[in-house]
Nanobody, 119 residues
Framework: QVRLVESGGGLMQPGGSLRLSCSAS??????????MRWYRQAPEKERELIAT????????NYADSVKGRFTISRDNSKNTVYLEMNSLKPEDTAVYYC??????????WGQGTQVTVSS
C-alpha cells in the first residue's frame, strides 16, 4: 500500500524559511513514479500545484507564485521529496500536500501539513 507522509510544517514569521519533507512507502518511487509534486490549498481557495520534479532526470517546474523562493528536490534512495521554502509570505499560508504521479497515471496523496506565515 502506497503511503505518503508530509512533515516540517508549522508557524513562521514573514521572511523566514521552512523545509517540508514527504516520505513515501509502499513502492520505490524512482521505479514507478513519473513525478513528485507539491500542492497547497489555502482556506476557501482551490488546490494549487506549486512544484514538480521528475523522478528520472530531476527536471523541475514551479508556479509563478513560488518561483525563485521555493525549491523542490528529491532523494530517490530515501523515497523522499523536499520543499525548501524561503522568503515566506503571509499568502503562503496553506495546507501543503505532496503527491506522486505514477507512469500508469495514478495519483497518490499525503495527508497534508499546515504552514502558517504570520507575525
Amino acid at each position: 500500500q502506497v503511503r505518503l507522509v508530509e512533515s516540517g510544517g508549522g508557524l513562521m514569521q514573514p521572511g523566514g524559511s521552512l523545509r517540508l519533507s514527504c516520505s513515501a512507502s509502499g513502492f520505490p518511487f524512482s521505479r514507478y513514479a513519473e513525478s513528485m509534486r507539491w500542492y497547497r490549498q489555502a482556506p476557501e481557495k482551490e488546490r494549487e500545484l506549486i512544484a514538480t520534479i521528475s523522478t528520472r532526470d530531476g527536471r523541475t517546474n514551479y508556479a509563478d507564485s513560488v518561483k525563485g523562493r521555493f525549491t523542490i528536490s528529491r532523494d530517490n534512495s530515501k523515497n523522499t521529496v523536499y520543499l525548501e521554502m524561503n522568503s515566506l509570505k503571509p499568502e503562503d499560508t496553506a495546507v501543503y500536500y505532496c503527491s506522486i504521479l505514477t507512469f500508469g497515471g495514478s495519483a497518490y496523496w499525503g495527508q497534508g501539513t499546515q504552514v502558517t506565515v504570520s507575525s
